[in-house]
């Protein structure tokens, strides 16, 4: 074989070309990992979030996080909300409590208890945490869902479709997934609320 080769210098370097494109593009997308600091603020985000005239609405307000409710949604159907903690690379779900909608209830309860229209609901993980809305964080780094870097060539090539609903933190080269809080991959529906400047 080796004869072979050396007798044959195109085929060797026809055969040898590509692996050295692998071995180059893969010490290239390993560089920014190294030289680009991680991230330094936590992330807050929503799934199941769906833009309907009626249900919950998720605002960032003098930099403070508020839910509103415009009345039941379709098919009862609420978000669920996210924070991204830097420091550990972990997703941590926030729960809230709705107060019972006075419509399925049996015995009418007391107004101050239900879910009324154009009502605040307290969430209280979020409550004093200052958050910043800005597409882009402080440090840098900015949410998106999907790789972006299975738009090129090599991205359709080294990475599955599987990537392509991921959510992840991007800056200057390096992409960071978020672990798959929600079991079915972060598809459509995924609405940002923005960056914990401070606790």
Known sequence: MKTFLRENPTIAFGLALPLL????????????????????????????????????????????????????????????IWRYTATTGAVKEIAFILPPDPTLSIHKPNTADTLSPNTLIEVPDLKGLTVDSSSIAPDGYEFSIGNRSSRNIFGGLFYSSRYRHDAILTKNGRSIHLPDATGRYYRGNTHFIGWVVSP
């Open 21 to 80: 494109l692998v071995v180059v593009f893969l010490l290239l997308s390993g560089v920014p990992s190294l030289l680009v600091a991680p991230p330094q603020y936590d992330l807050l985000f929503a799934t199941e979030y769906y833009n309907y005239q009626k249900g919950l609405k998720i605002s960032v307000i003098n930099k403070q996080v508020q839910i509103t409710n415009l009345g039941q949604p379709q098919n009862n159907q609420n978000p669920r």
